[in-house]
Each structure stands twice: as structure tokens, then as C-alpha cells.
């Protein structure tokens, strides 16, 4: 049996996840092997519902309501216990930052290693060799895990859900007390972005360093709106408070794909072009002609951004008829 760690999110599967259980369908089939699913939360049980086409033989509930505001520690606990029970022969989830952190969290606490970000995953003897995605996705790494837990690299395979004939619901109640509870999360704050979101936008605005102070984003934020646009930063931009961790683009931030990028001010540090290397064009604005990201450019001008930005943003309202 392979099972796969159910991530949910305000009520609803996150796509990673059913996109992981169509990875484990096909391993499950190429071994001969059953799926099952385990979901941890606070009233799952309907949530199953939306299992029902991955061709999962049982799914497990963890239900408990003190994991309504999400207690990875308890959570982690609880699927260990799972797992020591009834010993699938592989255990995966989603490669996002929740499903990587439950499953260290798991395999620290079973004392078993772990890959992430998988892309494939084959058995290799008593473990497995797996492809993994590894610096934001812009290598892949081939490795042999002496382990049998690892989770699936988002977006790297479509979900494809396929008709099932019965899937059996169980209920799983694992043995916790309070320091299990230790780790919790105390409040959630949304994002108070406004217009169209950063992974949804056609054209992005990224400001670095050469920007210099939150209140000059102003003129990017300018742009972007002439544009139908969003603004992003590196991270000299998150980290100076110029813009919030949210709009971070990169390696640690968020892995854009607009048509147009349009980089001002940045250096193009690779952890950087890890989250716009998606982009189909990318336009450079940059005073220093031996900046690295002048590599990366579709088209690039040399100079400074306080004044090529406002020159833009005044000739395409000329072209817009001075709207
Ligand atoms: C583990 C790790 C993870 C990281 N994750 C990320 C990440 O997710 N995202 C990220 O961005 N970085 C990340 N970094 C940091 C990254 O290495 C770089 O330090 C960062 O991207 C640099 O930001 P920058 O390009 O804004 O600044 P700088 O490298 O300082 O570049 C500033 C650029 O602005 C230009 N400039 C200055 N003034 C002007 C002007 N007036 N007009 C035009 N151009 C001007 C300069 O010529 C220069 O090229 C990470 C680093 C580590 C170690």
C-alpha cells in the first residue's frame, strides 16, 4: 500500500495533493500495490468526497478539532501512529511548504530520511530512486533514498482523476496529549493585495535594491496598473520592509510566469532567477551593464530606473491617449 498525506486548505483539497495521489495511483498500479489516503483536520470527513475519484482503496480520518488552526507537531504525531500501523510501503504527500514540513516532521520522529520534490519516484531494491526537483526547479537531481517517504513536487504532473468502484472511510484516533499541542498556529493573516495577483498576472513589475525605499515602489505600482500588472521584489526588497514577504519572488519566495517581466533595479542573483525564470520575456532596467541579469534579458536598458520608469509610465499614457 502507498499512502498519501492529504493537505487541505479552508475546507478544500489543495490541487498539489490530488495531483500527488495521481503520482501514487500510477506507482501503486506499476507495483501491484493499493492506495490509501490519510486526511487530519478538524471535520474532514467530507472532504473524502473529493477523493473519490482517485482510485484510492480506504481513506483515513484524523479528525480532531483541535487541529482546526492546523498543529503540525500533533498532526505529525497522529500519522506517525498511522503509519507504524499499518506499514505502507510508501508514504508521500504534496512538496508544499505545509506537506515538507509535516513529513520532516514525521520522519524525524520515525528516525527515517526523507526526499522531497520529487518528480518521479521508481523501487530500486529496498528503497527507491527518485528524480527530484532541487534550487526552485532549475535542476534535477537523480538519487537513490534508502527510505520510502517523499513528497511530490507541485505542478509537475496535471491531477487526473479516474472512476473508482468503492473507496472504504476509516477512523484513526491516535493517543496525543497537550505537548503535542506546543506548535500551533495562533492567527492567520491574509494578504490586503488589491487588482490582480502576482502568479495570475500577464506582466510583473520586480523592484530590488536599485528601487530604494518603499515609497518609490509608488512608481512601479504605477506602472503595473498601466499595464493590468502586479509588483514584486527580490529579496533585499522583502527584507528592507519595502514590500511584504508575500511579493517575494524567488527561490524562497513565489515562482512566477507572466508573458512579460520586467526586472528594475535586480542583479539577477539565482536564487532570484529561480521565480521568474518561467517568464516568456523578460525586460531588464538596470544602471550597471555587467549585471548578471542582462544574461537573462529578451531586452534590457541600461540606466537608471527613476528615470526610465517614469518615462515609461508617460509614454504609454500618451499611447492610451493620455488616460
Ligand atoms: C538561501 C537563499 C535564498 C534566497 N532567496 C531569494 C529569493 O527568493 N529571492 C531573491 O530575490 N533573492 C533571494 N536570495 C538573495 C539573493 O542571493 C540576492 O541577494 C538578492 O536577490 C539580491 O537582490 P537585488 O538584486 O535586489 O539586490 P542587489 O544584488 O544589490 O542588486 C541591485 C541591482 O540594482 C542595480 N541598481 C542600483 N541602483 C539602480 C538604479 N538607480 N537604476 C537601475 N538599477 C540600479 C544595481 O546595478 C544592481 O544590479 C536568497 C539568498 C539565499 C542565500
Not at 486548505?9 to 495521481?22: A, F, M, N, Q
Not at 517581466?261 to 544602471?287: D, E, F, M, P, T
Amino acid at each position: 500500500m502507498i499512502l498519501t498525506i492529504i493537505e487541505q486548505d479552508k475546507g478544500k483539497i489543495v490541487d498539489p495533493s490530488l495531483e500527488t495521489l495521481t503520482l501514487a495511483r500510477k506507482f501503486a498500479a506499476e507495483n501491484g500495490i493499493q492506495t490509501s489516503a490519510a486526511i487530519a483536520g478538524h471535520q474532514v470527513r467530507g472532504l473524502s468526497d473529493s477523493l473519490k475519484n482517485y482510485g484510492l482503496a480506504k481513506v483515513y480520518l484524523i479528525e480532531n478539532e483541535r487541529f482546526a488552526k492546523s498543529a503540525p507537531d500533533a498532526i505529525a504525531k497522529s500519522l506517525s501512529q498511522l503509519i507504524e500501523k499499518t506499514s505502507p510501503t510508501a508514504v508521500t504527500a504534496a512538496g508544499t511548504e505545509r506537506g515538507n514540513e509535516l513529513m520532516a516532521r514525521i520522519t524525524a520522529r520515525l528516525m527515517q530520511p526523507m526526499a522531497a520534490n520529487c518528480v518521479e519516484v521508481k523501487v530500486d531494491g529496498d528503497g527507491f530512486r527518485v528524480t527530484r526537483q532541487r534550487w526552485g526547479g532549475s535542476l534535477l537531481e537523480d538519487a537513490v533514498l534508502k527510505g520510502r517517504f517523499f513528497t511530490v513536487a507541485p505542478h509537475a504532473a496535471p491531477a487526473e482523476p479516474t472512476p473508482t468502484a468503492s473507496m472504504e472511510i476509516e477512523a484513526f484516533n491516535p493517543t496525543l496529549d497537550e505537548k503535542d499541542f506546543r506548535v500551533q498556529i495562533g492567527e492567520r493573516i491574509e494578504s490586503e493585495r488589491k487588482g490582480v495577483s502576482l502568479m495570475d498576472a500577464k506582466v510583473v513589475i520586480g523592484g530590488g535594491r536599485g528601487v530604494g525605499s518603499a515609497e518609490k515602489f509608488a512608481m512601479l505600482e504605477e506602472l503595473a496598473g498601466l499595464l493590468h500588472g502586479a509588483v514584486g521584489g527580490s529579496r533585499v526588497a522583502t527584507n528592507n520592509g519595502w514590500r511584504p514577504h508575500s511579493d517575494q519572488i524567488g527561490q524562497t519566495g513565489k515562482q512566477i510566469a507572466p508573458d512579460l517581466y520586467i526586472a528594475c533595479g535586480i542583479s539577477g542573483a539565482i536564487q532570484h532567477i529561480v521565480g521568474c525564470k518561467g517568464s516568456k520575456r523578460i525586460l531588464v532596467i538596470n544602471s550597471d551593464a555587467d549585471a548578471p541579469i542582462f544574461a537573462r534579458a529578451d531586452y534590457g536598458v541600461i540606466g537608471d530606473l527613476h528615470q526610465i520608469i517614469p518615462a515609461l509610465i508617460e509614454e504609454i499614457r500618451r499611447a492610451k491617449g493620455g488616460k
